[in-house]
């Protein structure tokens, strides 16, 4: 009869004696705040690139642009995390706060 080493075997014995996977679904604080953070600097930079665009602030509409080019960029991510964790807040179907990235 063959030697068999039972220290490294698997068996349904070993699978069920393990603990139950809970799932935690509580909302991640320094991730939705990030993309609240993301969505109104990204607002005011917007805002502010407009309104210096226009009274040309800084001799040109160039820095205007910029500056709301810049808000551009962080108000897209940030919008879209702050919809994420409202969704998933209120229970939507298909949105969990696991859909946000650790930081």
């Known amino acids: 009869m063959a030697y068999v080493d039972h220290a ?3 068996s349904d014995e070993d699978i069920m004696m393990e603990t139950s996977y809970v799932v935690h679904n509580r909302p991640p ?3 939705i705040a990030l993309a609240i953070a993301l969505l109104v ?4 930079g917007i805002i502010l ?4 665009a226009y009274n040309r602030v800084g001799g040109d509409r160039a ?3 910029f500056f709301a080019i810049l808000g551009a960029i962080l108000f ?3 919008f879209y995390y702050t919809r994420i964790a409202y969704y998933a807040y209120k229970g939507y ?3 969990s ?3 946000i990235p650790p930081v």
Do not use: C, D, R, V
């Open 8 to 10: 490294f075997s698997i």
């Open 29 to 31: 604080i320094k991730e």
């Open 41 to 44: 600097f990204g607002t005011l």
């Open 49 to 52: 690139g407009f309104y210096m």
């Open 63 to 65: 820095h205007g642009l």
């Open 76 to 78: 897209i991510p940030g």
């Open 93 to 95: 179907k298909g949105f």
């Open 97 to 99: 706060f696991a859909n």
